[in-house]
């Protein structure tokens, strides 16, 4: 593979915080990752810091989830109870499903090690011995590679009882999933991890006080924990200094869709959308534009062309009533219809509904085959009214987990930005992206 | 009792109410009246906020409803049910679930006492925008012979596999497939044998699960229905009992938590149709030919006359019905040999014995010589939820594998059979009996234990444990018959000559000593042979009576259907009898002076002086006669 291939950004070197080593070759195994400085983090927080150093580091990083949520890193390490005696649990999301993201497959592919190295820092910092990572069970290479890593650790000693010399045992297994998206939510990852069905859990209690078998467990997205080298080598405050005020650090968007350098980008956060998807990915190809594009996979509320300019800081996206979710930016051009990209969107999310809770259960479904009405050429002003009905009460709390309220988006934000085009299609069966396709092709 | 300190008071749309620390919204919303329609939630499963029905808002907190049923209350919580939010929500998760939902309620047996349809006409919208065709399933699946699924039906609420697992501690149920398409199935399409299945047809909150035996019986408006007692077996569940024109339909758990805690096995559930039987006995017979009571009865006592004696008595034998037979006893009959039907040979206890509800409490239980799940059902039932639900440590004292063997960190002493006494004995001291209280189970191994041994190295177990001992008997009204006396006297009714079988025989058969037998069953059983008098019996639906469970606890029947003509109940019938034979102050005139007279006799039915009203309390309707 050629290096350019592999590495990242096409920016300055100085937004390479996870990228940095990608493209070096046999980085996958030990001894390169070593060579190039892997692993002396771990040591430095075995051998000089206490876990309660980690954490304060982790703290003034500002590290934010990098698998949706983005809830802060070191105040979600906080909740794991302190004085509870027994087994604590790390558990890795790499159960990476949502649609248009690839990072974590990125970095699993290229570095595994980063990814292990993160995974046990983060364990010494909360106390734990016991790691698990739960895998996307579709990600043949990823396992393998982190296999064979996950051997030559415990070859090296760096997992067993006493890493780095330090009394600290440290074991790391693999579970590989069974292909459901549902189960890269938390609790249901928790479920399936304990060998049941899929299917989230009733919130509180959270996974850091009770999961997985109930015990206090952490759970962390793969980016999230593959941050960590860096930020113990260099300190919290040095990650600070990348990023926006309230989004630190930089991450990694997955660009996909009608995109001319479709791709995985690290990127500073607080760059805007624009520079990640006309100048980073390429652009639309010639003579096409952005008509709509995801800002962080599928779930997240899609926005128009003309909101490129906002920034990838996650509480501005918040705010123009987006999110950052998992960084997967899906980029559609004018001459796709939205209503049949939505219709497809929200068949992935009823075929992925595990059936535990009413509302996605049955709206997804009953979603779908609305939109199967409307594309058929059956559709009619009260098939909108059902669509507004289903996206609303899927939201706001309703379903049990997040999933549900992810295909609300879908309905809510392509009808709050193209009603125009939902209205050609039921009311008079029309469809001008189609034109706008026939017309350029 | 909870204390004022364990007292949390909060608001719930302007009312207030003060409810035990840790009680959930939903039930504390009860306390005040106010319905939260819930499906996936059930008083006695853990709750999983599975279904959403039950949105509520509260203050304070996010801006988002939340499921009452999985939120316990805070002081000063302020929770609404009747803000449009609230209602919205509610109302949206109801048309969901009657997005699949078929339009079966003419033809499904649940309709008249279905949550789905009262949810929907006090909670739901008024009318329907669903116009597209539903999912189909093949449907009625036979998931037994006596329970039947219909999976169009289902709202996916998973009582039912939540309580095969939580309680049952069984898998014979489960999901498969997700999302739209996910449906309930029994595990590699095998029929349920539990003997707890039959509890899911209760929980079912629609007509998805239900019971074959009732299937199309009747309507829920149609049936009375009387609080009584099962008459299975030792525990003494209580259990309603319904009738339609006379007929005993089905039966029910009427929910009682210092026993049964609303549930049932499937013997007490399902073994009714011999009420109903066509071929059931309603006149006396002598010689095979239908006759009189009058001449029935002088044969009886002619065919008995001089011979040697020996009487069989069925399980369920009633305590008035044991005191009857124990003044013949005393009289002209002395000398019978009497056998209880299904009885162990554990003699009666020497104090008090444990209570079934303080399993509850137990820190430590132990079952030795007896595979709960078959003697004595709910019971099994109380020692699972103990050792799961509030963690108490399980040592199992059998030679074979139990159902209770299925929690990991169940201790299995393995004995030789007939040496569970000293495997008792061995347990002091044990560090998992270090935290009392103990519950010491014991029974009689089927036969293979010596129960005197077994109960002396059970009481001595207890004495050093800080544990209360509970025997286990097996026949229904066992420790009545040891309190009158009547329990001990045979092992074998071998040798007899007369042979007087009140119910099916003791030990299955009658003895081939016997030259003269007399039946007094509800029906003929192949057993029975050709008996040369047959009396028609009144079965548990009809009878007036008590029985004295295996705590100890006297507990009086109601009977829901009425004793007709030609046959006659039993005390009559006793006192008949007696009468012919010359016992004296026999002649009673009604069920309450026998009891009366019962109760100053003999000191173990003191209780039954004081029998219930015969109306029960009303129980209030909030979601229908079958609970939700």
Redesign the interface.
């Known amino acids: 593979m050629a290096a350019d291939a592999l590495r990242g950004s096409h920016g300055p070197a100085r937004q390479h915080l996870l990228t940095a080593d990608f493209g070096t070759p046999g980085l996958h195994r030990l001894d390169v990752y070593r060579r190039c400085g892997g692993y002396g983090s771990l040591e430095k927080a075995l051998k000089e810091m206490a876990p309660e150093e980690v954490h304060a580091e982790v703290k003034t990083s500002g590290l934010r989830g990098r698998g949706g949520a983005g809830f802060a890193t070191g105040t979600k390490w906080g909740f794991l109870p302190k004085d509870v005696p027994g087994p604590r649990y790390v558990v890795v999301n790499a159960d990476e499903s949502e649609p248009g993201t690839s990072k974590d497959r990125y970095l699993m592919e290229n570095s595994p090690h980063l990814l292990l190295e993160g995974a046990c820092i983060a364990a010494y910092a909360v106390g734990a011995h016991q790691i698990w990572i739960y895998l996307r069970g579709e990600y043949d290479k990823p396992y393998r590679l982190l296999t064979a890593a996950i051997a030559e650790l415990r070859r090296e000693g760096i997992l067993g009882p006493s890493p780095f010399g330090r009394d600290h045992l440290l074991e790391l297994q693999i579970y590989r999933g069974h292909g459901?998206y549902?189960c890269g939510e938390e609790t249901a990852l928790l479920d399936s991890l304990e060998g049941k069905?899929g299917q989230p859990?009733?919130r509180p209690p959270f996974p850091a006080v009770k999961g997985a078998w109930g015990r206090p467990t952490l759970l962390n997205n793969v980016e999230t924990l593959s941050a960590l080298p860096w930020i113990v080598m260099h300190g919290g405050a040095e990650y600070a200094k990348f990023g926006t005020d309230r989004s630190r650090g930089t991450r990694l968007l997955s660009v996909s869709g009608n995109v001319e350098k479709p791709g995985v980008y690290e990127v500073e956060l607080g760059v805007t959308f624009r520079h990640v998807i006309m100048e980073l990915a390429g652009g639309p190809s010639p003579g096409r534009r952005v008509k709509v594009f995801w800002p962080g996979g599928s779930s997240a509320q899609v926005l128009p062309e003309s909101m490129l300019d906002t920034t990838t800081d996650l509480d501005e996206l918040a705010r123009v009533g987006s999110m950052a979710g998992s960084g997967g930016v899906i980029v559609m051009d004018d001459a796709h219809c939205v209503v049949r990209a939505a219709h497809r969107l929200l068949r992935f999310y009823?075929?992925?509904?595990?059936?535990?809770?009413?509302?996605c259960?049955?709206?997804?479904?009953?979603a779908v085959?609305?939109y199967e009405?409307i594309l058929a050429g059956e559709g009619s002003a009260?098939d909108l009214q059902?669509l507004d009905?289903i996206q609303d009460?899927l939201q706001?709390?309703?379903?049990?987990c997040a999933l549900g309220d992810s295909a609300g988006f879908v309905i809510m934000s392509t009808m709050k930005y193209f009603r125009d085009e939902y209205e050609e299609h039921a009311l008079r069966n029309e469809c001008s992206a189609e034109r706008t396709a026939a017309v350029h092709a | 009792m909870p204390d004022g300190d364990n007292l949390v008071t909060l608001t719930i749309d302007g009312q207030t109410v003060s409810v035990p620390r840790g009680t959930l919204i939903v039930e504390a919303a009860k306390k005040v009246s106010v319905e939260v329609p819930v499906f996936c939630y059930h008083h006695k499963l853990d709750p999983v906020g599975a279904c959403r029905l039950c949105l509520v808002e509260i203050s304070p907190g996010p801006p988002k409803p939340q499921t009452g049923c999985t939120t316990p209350v805070a002081e000063g919580m302020v929770v609404r049910t009747n803000t449009a939010m609230a209602v919205g929500a509610r109302a949206d998760i109801l048309e969901y679930e009657l997005v699949n939902h078929p339009l079966d309620c003419p033809v499904c047996d649940k309709g008249g006492e279905c949550p789905l349809q009262d949810y929907t006409f006090r909670h739901g919208y008024p009318t329907s925008r669903i116009d597209a065709p539903r999912l189909h399933f093949k449907k009625p699946i036979p998931l037994s012979e006596k329970i039947a699924l219909d999976r169009e039906r289902c709202v996916l609420c998973y009582r039912c596999t939540r309580y095969y697992d939580e309680i049952a501690w069984e898998q014979e149920l489960t999901a498969e497939q997700r999302g739209i398409h996910t449906f309930i199935s029994s595990q590699f399409d095998q029929p349920l044998r539990s003997i707890f299945s039959g509890n899911i047809i209760d929980l079912c909150p629609v007509g998805a699960l239900t019971s074959r035996v009732w299937r199309f019986e009747s309507r829920p408006w149609d049936m009375d229905h009387t609080a009584s007692v099962c008459s299975k077996c030792a525990v003494g569940c209580s259990v309603m009992l319904w009738q339609r024109r006379n007929q005993l339909v089905r039966v029910t758990s009427h929910e009682n938590d210092e026993i049964d805690e609303g549930w049932i096995c499937d013997r007490g559930r399902f073994d009714y149709t011999e009420v109903n039987d066509p071929k059931r006995l309603r006149v006396p017979q002598v010689g095979g030919r239908d006759s009189t009571w009058d001449s029935a009865l002088e044969a009886l006592v002619a065919g008995v006359g001089g011979k040697k004696l020996g009487i069989s008595l069925r399980q369920d034998v009633t305590n008035e019905e044991l005191f009857l037979v124990s003044r013949l006893l005393a009289g002209p009959w002395r000398g019978a040999r009497v056998a209880l039907q299904r009885r162990t040979r554990i003699p009666a206890p020497d104090g008090d014995t444990l209570r079934i509800r303080d399993l509850d409490d137990c820190k430590a239980i132990v079952v030795a010589a007896s595979d709960t799940a078959d003697d004595v059902p709910i019971v099994n039932l109380r020692v699972k939820k103990a050792v799961s639900k509030r963690g108490a440590r399980l040592v199992i004292v059998n030679p074979d594998n139990l159902d209770l063997d299925r929690w990991p960190y169940a201790f299995h002493v393995r004995n030789e059979p007939g040496k569970a006494a000293g495997a008792l004995l061995e347990l002091a001291g044990h560090e998992l009996l270090s935290e009392g209280p103990v519950a010491i189970l014991w029974g009689d191994g089927h036969g293979t234990e010596d129960v005197v041994a077994l109960g002396a190295a059970a009481q001595q177990l207890a004495a050093r444990v800080n544990g209360s001992v509970m025997p286990l008997y097996r026949s229904t009204n066992e420790r009545g018959a040891l309190a009158a006396g009547l329990a001990a006297t045979a092992d074998d009714l071998e040798g007899c000559e007369a042979l007087i079988c009140f119910g099916p025989p003791a030990f299955s058969r009658i003895p081939s000593s016997a030259r003269f037998v007399a039946v007094w069953d509800t029906v003929l059983r192949p057993e029975h042979g050709s008996p040369d008098v047959v009396l028609p019996a009144v079965s548990f639906a009809e009878t007036q009576g008590s029985y004295t469970n295996l705590e100890g606890r006297v507990q009086f029947l109601r009977p829901v259907l009425p004793v007709e003509p030609p046959l006659r109940e039993s005390w009559e019938v006793l006192c008949d009898l007696g009468l012919r034979l010359g016992v004296g102050g026999i002649d009673f005139l009604g069920i309450f002076h026998v009891q009366r007279a019962a109760a100053e006799a003999i000191a173990g039915f003191a209780a039954l002086a004081d029998p219930p009203p015969p109306q029960p309390e009303p129980t209030p309707v909030m979601y229908g006669p079958a609970r939700p």
């Open positions: 459901a549902i069905r859990r009733s009823a075929n992925e509904s595990c059936g535990k809770c009413t509302p259960r049955t709206g997804g479904n009953w085959r609305t009405r009260l059902i009905r009460s706001n709390g309703r379903c049990l």
